[in-house]
């Protein structure tokens, strides 16, 4: 199981994702599309990494153009590498 982040090692980490925040044991960012389909092809790249990575975000598309995407590690309760990679990994697919 991954070990859990340190709350310093999370603030260091989400300074490399400024769009990225803080919440609890999650971290989180929105992303406002352009239209309802690029909403759901970001959607499906993101489960495509999220799987090649084996570490699932939780996904919501909502309105018809936001999409959150959350990262936490549930087996470790908590902030891991994994979701700071992850997080890097969702940022690299450029929306």
């Known amino acids: 199981m991954p070990a859990l982040l340190t709350p310093e090692q999370i603030t260091e980490s ?3 994702l400024p769009n990225w925040s803080r ?6 960012r929105e992303f406002k599309l352009k239209d309802f389909a690029t909403a759901l092809d970001f ?9 090649a990575a084996d570490h699932h ?3 919501l598309i ?5 999409v959150r995407i959350t990262l936490s590690t549930h087996s470790a309760g908590g902030i891991t ?6 997080a890097h990994t969702v940022d690299s697919l450029g929306y």
């Open 23 to 28: 919440h609890g044991n999650e971290i989180q």
């Open 14 to 16: 989400l300074k490399a």
């Open 62 to 66: 909502h309105g018809w153009n936001k």
């Open 43 to 51: 959607v499906n790249k993101v489960g495509e990494k999220a799987e």
């Open 57 to 59: 975000p939780d996904i």
């Open 81 to 86: 590498d994994s979701d700071i990679k992850l």
